[in-house]
């Protein structure tokens, strides 16, 4: 059941009106019915991966717990890592990596016939997959107590709003809401529709709407150049950022409707002044995961077993540094997908960081010997301008189809461009021959968000709207439901993130 379907308008008011009628005690046994629900509504095999891992997790961070030995706990915890690692692995990866020695072993002319097996990969296992590996983690660190209550547990891995593309909350944030007293709280209730109408807004009028014009030119990259390679990823920037944060705006309101405050996965990224920024704006939920459990273990293992004097030339936290962020950003592109398209895009931003981080002395001295201070207009400008560009061009490898039409795009944006002397081939670039009147629509929505972005600065949307004089706020609602109403592509594409 995606969030952009006739079903969903249908389940969510009935879930939330039967959650606020039931008495507290009955509430946490029917959400998990709830989003087991929702979640077999995609297919009902998917269930029963959930429920067992989600079984197998419950008993062993009650095991880690009470092991009185730290090698125990170690072990417990190893073996926890290997089954959801492993589930993971095995289900989304295990034909990916198949193909990859099929070729490789092509190439060198070796024989090799191990067939490919194609596994039931369920909606939503990278993201319950994390949930469930943090939650250990802390249990083993012992920053979290593991939760004894099996259905309270279930309903943290499998809550319908989370389960199918994060946020990847912690348990310690979300496991002691479920056992508050939540009564019905108007200005909640009114805060979370807010949010949906805005996240549809995202998704169905710009995401849904540019997706036609990406999927013309990146289905078909050879029959485009130029100007039109350099507009399709450039839409598709904002495509899949407006899918994405729609989804959770819709995600974070529909908790906020049941009194539930959900993490918040984006804060503008496109307004970042560097790519490090970027990640802490960009799926941070998803951003902190790695830096807590995958970087920061990885940069301090790096770190002590630096010994070398000739390594040692450079600081130990370089190289922890470069280390960490190179294998986290790689692995960060692969968890995106079993292609290696994903894995050059992951690959890039870490390039990128490790760039940032090692010219950092040299850039702060550049802008000093300019004399231009930090947050001057020009300054801004010109980095936000520059970390746009970054981020747009590793796209590219996030939306090709394959190795190949990644790179044709690349060696050949700056081909063709005589054709948009003309005015002719100047809009053909921009509509690639659609409509123009549905592109104008989009258009307007993107610099209308960007607007509202600007206007809120560190705000939160609803902060915004709610400081408005009354003629405003509803103007505005009125606004955004018409534009929605006679603009929204309802169920013309599901969410990029569901595939992952």
Sequence with gaps: MSFNSFGFLVFFPLAVA??????????????????????????PEYVIILLVSTLIDYFLGLRINASQTQSGRKRLLILGL?????????????????????????????????????????????????????????????????????????????FFPEITAGPIDRAGKLIPQFYKKIRFDYQKVTDGLKLMAWGFFKKLVIADRLAVFVNKVYDHPGQFEGLSLIMATVYFSFQVYCDFSGYTDIVVGAGRVMGF??????????????????????????????????????????????????????????????????????????????????????????????????????????????????????????????????????????????????????THLFTGWSKVFSLQGLLEAFHFGLLKKELAVAVVSVFFMLLVHLVRKDQTYEQLISKQKTILRWGFYLGLVVWLLAFGESGAEDFIYFRF
């Design 261 to 410: 405050d959900l993490m918040e996965n984006f804060n503008r990224p496109y307004f970042s002044k560097s790519i490090g920024e970027f990640w802490k704006r960009w799926h941070i939920s998803f951003s902190s995961w790695l830096m807590d459990y995958l970087f920061l273990p990885i940069a301090y293992s790096v770190s002590r077993k630096i010994k070398s004097p000739r390594l040692m030339k450079i600081k130990a936290e370089t190289w922890a540094y470069m280390t960490g962020i190179m294998i986290t950003m790689t692995l960060c592109g692969l968890w995106h997908g079993a292609s290696w398209t994903f894995v050059i895009w992951g690959a890039l931003h870490g390039l990128f960081l490790a760039i940032s981080f090692a010219t950092k002395k040299i850039r702060k001295g550049f802008w000093k010997k300019l004399k231009i201070k930090k947050q001057s207009f020009i300054r801004t400008i010109i980095s936000v301008s520059i970390t746009f560009a970054l981020v747009t061009f590793a796209w590219i490898f996030f939306r090709a189809n394959s190795i190949s039409d990644a790179f044709y795009i690349i």
């Design 18 to 43: 039967v959650y606020y009628a039931l008495p507290f005690g009955f509430r946490r046994v029917f959400l998990l019915a709830a989003s087991y629900y929702f979640y077999m509504c995609f297919k």
């Design 82 to 158: 290997i089954h959801n690692v492993g589930l993971l692995v095995s289900l989304k990866y295990l034909e990916f990596f198949n193909e990859s020695i099929t070729a490789l072993f092509k190439s060198l002319n070796i024989l090799y016939e191990v067939k490919g097996l194609e596994f039931l990969v369920p909606v939503g296992i990278s993201y319950y997959t994390f949930k469930k590996v943090s939650y250990l983690i802390d249990v083993y660190r012992e920053n979290q107590e593991p939760e004894k209550n099996v259905v309270t547990f279930a309903l943290y891995v499998s």
